[in-house]
């Protein structure tokens, strides 16, 4: 009698963060469309002209450092899915490269070198792809088209999607805690809290996602905590099923915000730019 008792009132909250989850979506902000930030470093007025027009037509945004040392101190701070450095600016770049393989958030980053055809790089530098000088537009995109899928990839893998929904918060101890989602990705979300949660806190988060048949429920841990009710959930050890089907609705929701010129590059599946799992 117990167990049917609690079947029913878990459909029944299911039910409720169903409902609710799509009304409070339909409510969100609609994201910018872009598919990924990039870095630019180079002193170069033309060649940072070339290469944020180009950026531009690929849904990437921009960020211009002409200093290494300062391009170095951006990457500890933000998340880049593109960094593209300009080998004449010296031995800097090698150091710049290096903390960029280092950068817990942008270790996966797609690099480009901007290298003269004659250039050799030193032995300590190591990029995804490069660029030769003279730019044009042809090579710039022809190498962005390629590169294209992965950025969105590692995009994908930092995401936070703006999100609003109830979100069932239960600890081994105390009642479950109702708290309002605020955006998702693939290792966690951010919720505002009625209680005060301190980091290291273990919980179990119960919410549901618009379009989603089934509700999710994964163990997390309390990463942050403000003194505005706000606090930040990573997922532990999320099972398979529920891993898929997360990173596919989060895939979604960044195809919606490609414009369409840029979709238009993954309709081949066979194209090199199509990103992958």
């Known amino acids: ?14 039910k ?12 969100a902000a609609s994201p910018r469309s872009i598919v990924g930030r990039s870095l630019l470093v180079s002193r170069d007025p033309g060649i940072i002209e070339q290469l944020k027009a180009a950026m531009e037509q690929f849904a990437i945004t921009a960020d211009v450092c002409p200093h290494p040392l300062r391009a170095a101190s951006l990457i500890n701070i ?3 899915e593109a960094i593209v450095v300009d080998m ?12 960029v393989r280092h950068s817990p958030s942008n270790q996966n980053s797609v690099t480009f070198a901007l290298t003269a ?8 530098v190591e990029t995804r792809f490069y660029l030769r000088k003279p730019l044009s537009a042809r090579s710039i995109n022809t190498t962005l088209r390629v590169a294209l899928g992965l950025i969105i990839r ?22 479950p805690l109702g708290c309002e989602m605020m955006n998702i990705s693939e290792g ?57 089907r997360l990173q596919a609705w989060l895939s979604k929701r960044i195809e919606e915000r490609i414009p369409e010129p840029i979709a238009r590059l993954f309709q081949n599946p066979d194209h090199p730019a199509r990103p992958g799992p």
């Not at 409720?16 to 409510?27: E, F, N, Y």
């Not at 055809?117 to 300590?124: A, M, N």
């Not at 999607?161 to 069932?168: F, K, L, M, N, R």
């Not at 429920?217 to 942050?224: M, N, S």
């Open 188 to 244: 966690g979300m951010a919720v505002t809290a009625a209680l005060e949660f301190h980091p290291g806190t273990v919980v179990t988060a119960e919410f549901a996602l618009a379009d989603e048949l089934t509700a999710f429920r994964l163990r997390a841990e309390v990463c942050w905590s403000d003194q505005k009710a706000r606090i930040g959930l990573q997922f532990k050890g999320m099972p398979d099923d529920q891993k898929q």
């Open 78 to 80: 933000r998340k880049y």
């Open 154 to 175: 590692d995009y994908r893998r930092y995401f936070r999607c703006p999100a609003s929904g109830p979100v069932v918060l239960s600890r081994e101890q105390g009642s």
């Open 117 to 124: 055809s004659d250039e050799l790089l030193p032995s300590r």
């Open 16 to 27: 409720i963060l169903r409902a609710l989850s799509i009304v409070m979506s339909s409510q």
């Open 88 to 99: 004449a600016l010296g031995e800097p770049v090698a150091e710049l490269l290096a903390r």
């Open 1 to 14: 009698m117990a167990h049917r008792k609690a079947g029913r009132r878990a459909r029944s909250t299911y």
